[in-house]
């Protein structure tokens, strides 16, 4: 189908862009990986902008604490609790019937990764946490499918693009992520909007400079902002894969991706529960991660266990950052509270 | 990494006597040949193992026949091929409260379909099975008792050859669950009235994981599910009558079956008594010593002779699951928690559905290590 393309005459006025630009988006596919704060910021633009398929992959459901800075979200999808992949699409599909939209309501992991990245032209990061973005490094820079990545917590964001082969990928930058509970998170220490729209906004411009085919305006550096102290920050990075020698796009061993490295999930013998474990071994600080949690719900600990309650689950935290999740069967759901609350 | 105390031999037991490393590694490199398929010197060496050891478990087991020896994958699929090749539709078995989900599931889908009913049969507390109800839970269409010999969770041990007695009077097919016994009770087929046993290899046997062993006896037909490859009668279009082949389609685990081997022949060394005696001398001592912790709940037999070597127990304050975490994270003690795929024994404990944590204790641990290991629970309650 041809798609109509006046609808686009502002964008297409742009220089930068034009006629061609337009027409290069309309044959771009692209995976947006996580629809939260900055998923819903960067999917609203994108199908707006013009792309021909987008792609959403999304685990968790639509909650009333989301809509603070969720913008494809309302009290209706609450109400509904359907899975935010399904309602961005269903929004999605109000504001630009032209674009080709898919909606995945799926955990990334080892197993399905690969899958997502699949027939990409580009990938943007909306998602919440360190080992999704190292799986998704991993996936991309073995498919040489080039990603930016994104992501906000506070006031604070930060973002930066990965062109396989051309510039750092994220783990020449993040040699592995912090220790679990070690650094805090949405769920944790909270988030403004204005900071993700501004993350958002710029991994929407990287990706339409991308996507057009405007290398050369692409941006080079590890961009920081924080957005409550004012302060804009560009760090040059692009020595850091000459310098490093990245497991991952130098010697590509992708160890993630292997499930070498990262966590992996089990259903407990018992009711409604599921136990993560760690790859690497690091300890945590209950002091300093109790510390942070007590904010968002119940929390206990002794020399040996911490103990978090946050709704209907409770998760124990053990000192090698193994963690038993109680009140649910669902990996998704299990997986998403450990990024959330504990965070790697 | 710190050293490990391994008290989940009941799951599979670790160590394995160093002979059994040996013995796979010499086989897979000198006889890595499949078996009866071929008249070559590797092929014919391989069959030879094979055929010694499966010799060597008959004998370990009192059985005349050493063919009616199946060599499976594990203690579950014996079971099913015994179940499932058994019953047929309109039949009754008889079973217990205290069966692994290994006997109650291939139960459960036969009753679900509508092909067989099933009563299950009460236990004492101190978890034996009441012989009088067994007795009157005889139908005329009763086809099979299938019963667990050693419980995984309370540890009580059914005296077999007195319900085997029953079933033989009675005319009906008796299988015996072995998967915590072989290799720890004595057992005689003939004595106990057995007619189909069913073993893991790599458990008390000694063998790795991936080996388990069916006896089919003499009273028994059982309908192959698993068809092709024997090696004899190729011809044929149809899996050959003849044991072991008719039950044994495809290629074996000859290197596993070959570490068997090599584990009964390190038990009858040794000799039995004296590992069951090992295993029940640190039994009780493990219970002694949990029995005088505060805030231990023990759920056991009780019984110090009819018995294994597994003991279960709850910690006040915390789940079984946190119990297991801690022991494995914080001082290397690696045990089983939660339902040991036995609830209907849990529900009748009170303990379902978090379950409990389970020490299953083997020939190689030792006194030491219940020490240690009572010092961690401890420190864990204080």
């Not at chain 1, 771009?28 to 994108?46: D, E, F, H, P, W």
């Not at chain 1, 997502?116 to 499918?145: H, P, Q, S, Y």
């Not at chain 1, 650094?183 to 403004?192: E, K, L, N, R, S």
């Not at chain 2, 295993?279 to 759920?299: A, D, G, P």
């Amino acid at each position: 189908m041809q798609a109509n393309l006046n609808r686009y005459s502002r964008q297409i006025l742009f220089s930068e862009i034009g006629e061609e630009g337009q027409k290069k988006l309309r044959d771009s596919k692209v995976v947006l990986a996580g629809c939260g704060a900055l998923g819903t910021v960067i999917a609203n633009n994108l199908v707006r902008a013009g792309i021909g398929e987008l792609k959403i992959i999304d685990r968790d459901f639509v909650e009333l604490n989301n809509l603070q800075r969720q913008i494809l979200f309302d009290e209706e999808d609450v109400k509904r609790n359907i899975p935010k992949a399904i309602a961005a699409v269903e929004k999605l599909k109000k504001i630009n019937s032209q674009v080709k939209l898919e909606a995945v309501v799926a955990d990334v992991n080892f197993t399905n990764v690969e899958a997502v990245v699949e027939g990409a032209k580009l990938l943007v990061d909306g998602t919440d946490n360190f080992e999704v973005r190292f799986l998704l490094n991993d996936a991309c820079v073995k498919a040489d499918i080039p990603w930016i990545y994104g992501s906000c917590v506070g006031s604070y964001g930060l973002t930066m693009n990965i062109i396989p082969g051309k510039t750092p990928c994220f783990r020449c930058l993040f040699e592995t992520a912090p220790l679990p509970g070690m650094a805090p998170t949405c769920d944790t220490a909270g988030v403004i909007n204005p900071i993700v729209n501004i993350i958002a906004a710029i991994e929407t411009a990287e990706a339409i400079k991308y996507l057009t085919g405007k290398f050369e305006a692409l941006n080079k550096d590890l961009i920081t902002i924080d957005i409550w102290e004012g302060s804009f920050e560009k760090f040059n990075i692009a020595d850091r894969r000459d310098k490093f020698d990245c497991p991952c796009c130098k010697q590509r061993k992708f160890e993630f991706l292997e499930a070498k490295q990262g966590s992996s999930i089990t259903s407990l013998c018992g009711r409604n529960a599921v136990q993560i474990t760690q790859k690497s071994i690091g300890r945590v600080d209950f002091q300093e991660l109790a510390e942070r949690l007590k904010k968002s719900g119940e929390v206990t600990f002794n020399k040996y266990l911490l103990k978090f309650s946050i709704d209907q689950y409770e998760i124990s935290l053990f000192l090698d950052s193994r963690a038993i999740i109680k009140g649910t069967n669902d990996f998704s759901v299990a997986r998403g509270l450990y990024a959330k609350y504990i965070g790697t | 990494m710190k050293k490990i105390i391994y008290f989940d031999n009941a799951a599979t037991s670790w160590p394995k006597p160093v002979s059994v490393y040996r013995k796979m590694d010499e086989f897979i490199r000198k006889w890595g040949a499949n078996p009866g398929r071929a008249g070559h010197r590797m092929a014919v060496g391989a069959e030879r193992i094979i055929e010694e050891t499966r010799h060597q478990t008959a004998q370990f087991f009192a059985i005349k026949d050493y063919q009616r020896i199946i060599f499976t994958l594990n203690c579950t699929d014996s079971l099913n091929i015994g179940i499932k090749g058994l019953l047929k539709r309109g039949d009754h078995v008889i079973t217990t409260y205290l069966e692994h989900n290994s006997v109650s599931r291939p139960l459960e889908g036969l009753v679900k379909k509508g092909i067989i009913t099933v009563t299950r049969v009460n236990h004492s507390e101190d978890g034996f099975i009441d012989l009088q109800e067994l007795n009157k839970a005889f139908t005329p269409q009763t086809r099979l008792v299938v019963i667990v010999h050693g419980s995984n969770v309370i540890g009580s041990l059914q005296p077999i050859r007195e319900i085997g007695k029953i079933s033989k009077e009675k005319g009906t097919i008796f299988m015996v669950d072995a998967a915590q016994t072989a290799g720890v009770i004595p057992i005689d087929v003939e004595k106990d009235n057995i007619d189909l046993l069913a073993f893991p290899g790599h458990k008390a046997l000694f063998g790795p994981p991936g080996t388990g062993g069916l006896y089919v006896g003499p009273r028994v037909d059982l309908e192959p599910w698993r068809e092709g490859g024997s090696g004899v009668d190729s011809e044929a279009e149809l899996q050959p009558k003849e044991l072991p082949f008719k039950l044994e389609g495809g290629t074996i685990n000859t290197v596993g079956i070959a570490g068997l081997g090599a584990g009964i022949t390190f038990i009858q060394k040794e000799g039995i008594e004296k590992i069951r005696q090992h295993e029940m001398e640190l039994t009780k001592y493990l219970l002694e010593k949990l029995s005088e912790m505060r805030k231990v709940i023990i759920y056991d037999t009780g019984d110090g002779e009819m018995r294994i070597g597994t003991v279960s127990f709850n910690v006040e304050g915390l789940s079984p699951a946190e119990v297991g975490a801690i022991l494995d994270e914080s001082f290397g003690i690696a045990c089983r928690t939660g339902l040991h795929c036995a609830p209907y024994t849990h529900k009748k404990l009170g303990t379902f559905p978090e379950g409990t944590v389970r020490f299953s204790l083997g020939y190689f641990n030792t006194r030491e290590e219940v020490d240690f290991a009572m010092n961690s629970l401890t420190q864990i309650v204080a």
